[in-house]
């Protein structure tokens, strides 16, 4: 069902994670995390969960919530389908996508 | 319902921080994308949703997310600003910090 959605594509250089972000269009961190993936250059995919319908939504976040044993805030995002993160720290992407120390 | 425009709900942002002796998060761009963020909540809802809450889709089911949130007060104590960061305690706006995300207290479990 999540592959249904209809991602906004964004390139970049880097490839090394496969990262897709769930995130609200009015969200001041979401697009503070959206803005770190464009600064260090990774290709990622996204997704306005305020701009699909209720329903859709609902099933989404149930969907992400049961595989990932996390209440869905945002910005939620998943990383190779495996690690997940919630909310926007810095420090804590940077460890997951391997940009400790830069 | 009227809507909202920018500068009202600015304006709303303004009157809220001052009656709870908080202050408005002085990032500009960062507050500027809050703000817009409430006015399409408000235009699109009827209420100024948390704009960096997600709607459960009734007025009912958001009350403790409507602006300032329930949770504000605990989250200002405690980090110092509130969960999106539009409204930060006086001592955290004079320190020049700026706002990280912090977890929902919304689920914080009793």
Redesign the interface.
């Known amino acids: 069902m999540l592959e249904t959605l209809g991602y906004t594509t964004v390139e970049g250089s880097r490839k090394d994670h496969e990262i897709t972000v769930y995130a609200l269009s009015t969200c001041g961190f979401c697009k503070r995390a959206l803005a770190f993936l464009d600064s260090n250059g990774f290709a990622y995919r996204y997704i306005y969960m305020d701009r699909i319908p209720l329903e859709t939504k609902t099933e989404v976040k149930k969907i992400l919530k049961d595989r990932y044993k996390e209440d869905v805030a945002f910005p939620f995002a998943v990383i190779d389908g495996q690690d997940h993160l919630v909310g926007f720290i810095e420090p804590d992407w940077k460890k997951t996508l391997g940009l400790a120390g830069s | 319902m009227a809507e909202k425009t920018g500068e009202q709900t600015g304006g709303f942002a303004a009157m809220v921080a001052k009656k709870q002796g908080w202050k408005v998060n002085p990032e500009a761009d960062?507050t500027s994308?809050?703000v817009?963020?409430?006015t399409?909540?408000w235009n699109?809802y009827g209420y100024y949703l948390c704009?960096?809450?997600?709607?459960e889709?009734s007025r009912e089911a958001d009350a403790d997310l409507v602006c300032p949130c329930k949770y504000s007060w605990e989250d200002i104590a405690e980090y110092g600003h509130c969960y999106?960061?539009l409204y930060l305690s006086p001592g955290f706006a004079e320190s020049g910090r700026s706002p990280?995300?912090?977890?929902?207290r919304r689920?914080r479990k009793a």
């Open positions: 960062f994308m809050l817009e963020g409430l399409v909540n699109r704009p960096c809450r997600d709607s889709g999106c960061a990280s995300g912090i977890p929902d689920f």
